[in-house]
């Protein structure tokens, strides 16, 4: 099993910054395929942020293109989401995930394994 444990989360102002991290406690992210993060708002259905596969280029769903950049760091079994110029409605819970059953892109909700999330907060 995979466990994902994120990071990062907490309250900033419109316009601010924060970094998500989410370290894969049991298992080289490497082999963990397609890896990703999504949201969901209070209300609203979880959607896709970002995506990046084990090997080949990363993909950014398109509220998040030119502010949100998705990375992982393989020595330290971790995966990142570095998000700037931040909105009010970029509010939700951001999970992350490990290894899609579909293919690797923002629209795919489809993985095995998820993270508890973290509480990202936008005033």
């Known amino acids: 099993d995979v466990q994902l444990v994120e990071s990062g989360g907490g309250s900033v102002q419109a316009g601010g910054s924060l970094n998500l991290s989410c370290t894969a406690a049991s298992r080289n992210t490497y082999q963990s395929g397609c890896m990703g993060w999504f949201r969901q708002a209070t209300g609203r259905e979880r959607e896709g942020v970002a995506v990046i596969p084990s090997l080949g280029r990363s993909a950014v769903a398109d509220f998040a293109k030119c502010r949100f950049t998705i990375s992982k760091d393989n020595d330290k079994n971790t995966l990142y989401l570095n998000m700037d110029s931040l909105k009010p409605n970029d509010t939700a819970i951001y999970f992350c995930?490990?290894?899609?059953?579909?293919?690797?892109?923002?629209?795919?909700?489809?993985?095995?394994?998820w993270g508890q999330g973290t509480q990202v907060t936008v005033s």
């Open positions: 995930a490990a290894v899609s059953t579909g293919p690797c892109v923002p629209g795919n909700n489809r993985f095995r394994y």
